[in-house]
């Protein structure tokens, strides 16, 4: 089996060429795949990979690791890889460990065409005619309830059996598919991004395959050595020249001393104000002569002979 790469199925969208032409593309977003472990034939019995990708974490971009059994991670620490979103194994059966290239989205270039693996949408139970696409009965004409019946399902009593796989309802999708021959529009490097013509098995954010396909063998290794041919070409460091400042000398401007005349204050000679001596006048207090009454003697001593 070549060399497959894990990705999760972003949605749809469209792109427009040069000429103004869309064409509708599926957006595969590819992180690079970590081996956690390499399978061979002496102690597996079989030559192969076993890679993961992306981070198991809680929307507070925590890692969730709380439902992951002892066992499995004790996998990942053998390996001392992040526990990841899954684990997914592809045969090397005719490649060796150390001829293993990078496995990220630099392994594909525009031009790939590709095949990518995945497991489509479940609709449950479906009849016939949704499922295999089969034609209706008539609607009158003596059909009563038979208008969406498969119809025969084998002969009589020879052999008297419904032959395996015999086209029939019942389970619609959730099975493994394979699109073939999709070709690659545009890589973004940046944001791991892989845009793929058409449509791919699967619902959003699930998980599919990618991997070249061998039907466009020729085409894909003349891509595959145009992409190893050409040089990275690494971003030249810029060296900017560091501008010194140019010392600017500002005359120093010395302030004129300006003499202000000092005014002298005019000693002014105030007149002392002698304080009048006012003479208050004495006033002396009139000696009042309070008479003197004096007993009447002569009307005592007529009393006194009257009685």
């Known amino acids: 089996m070549a060399i497959s790469l894990v ?17 509708s593309v599926s957006v595969i977003k590819i992180e690079p795949n970590r081996i956690v472990q390499t399978k061979s034939i002496e102690t597996d019995g079989y030559n192969a990979v076993q890679v993961t990708t992306g981070k198991k974490i809680n929307k507070k971009g925590e890692a969730k690791i709380g439902r992951v059994s002892s066992s499995l991670k004790g996998h990942y620490a053998k390996a001392s890889q992040e526990i990841g979103l899954g684990l997914w194994e592809m045969r090397t059966d005719d490649l060796n460990s150390s001829e293993i290239p990078k496995l990220d989205i630099s392994f594909f270039g525009a031009g790939h065409f590709v095949n990518v693996t995945g497991q489509s949408k479940g609709k449950g ?70 845009l793929v013509k058409g449509a791919i098995p699967g619902s959003k954010n699930g998980f599919v395959r990618v991997f070249l396909s061998d039907k466009k063998n020729t085409v894909n290794t003349k891509i595959t050595k145009q992409l190893s041919e050409t040089p990275v070409v690494e971003a030249e460091e810029v060296e900017t020249p560091v501008v010194e400042a140019e010392a600017v000398e500002t005359p120093v401007v010395e302030a004129e001393a300006v003499e202000t005349p000092v005014v002298e204050a005019e000693a002014v000679e105030t007149p002392a104000v002698e304080a009048e001596a006012v003479e208050t006048p004495v006033v002396e207090a009139e000696a009042i002569e309070t008479p003197v009454v004096e007993a009447e003697v002569e009307n005592t001593k007529d009393d006194e002979t009257k009685a």
Do not use: W, Y
């Open 7 to 23: 990705g999760q199925k972003i949605g749809m969208t469209r792109l427009l060429s040069d000429d103004g032409s869309a064409s």
């Open 125 to 194: 139970f479906q009849g016939g005619v949704k499922r295999h696409n089969f034609s209706m009965q008539d609607a009158t004409h003596g059909n009563s309830i038979s208008h969406r019946a498969i119809g025969s399902t084998g002969q009589c009593q020879d052999p008297g059996r419904v032959f395996k796989g015999k086209k029939m309802a019942g389970q619609m999708g959730n099975s493994q598919v394979t699109e073939e021959c999709l070709e690659i529009l545009r890589v973004d490097s940046e944001r791991n991004l892989l």
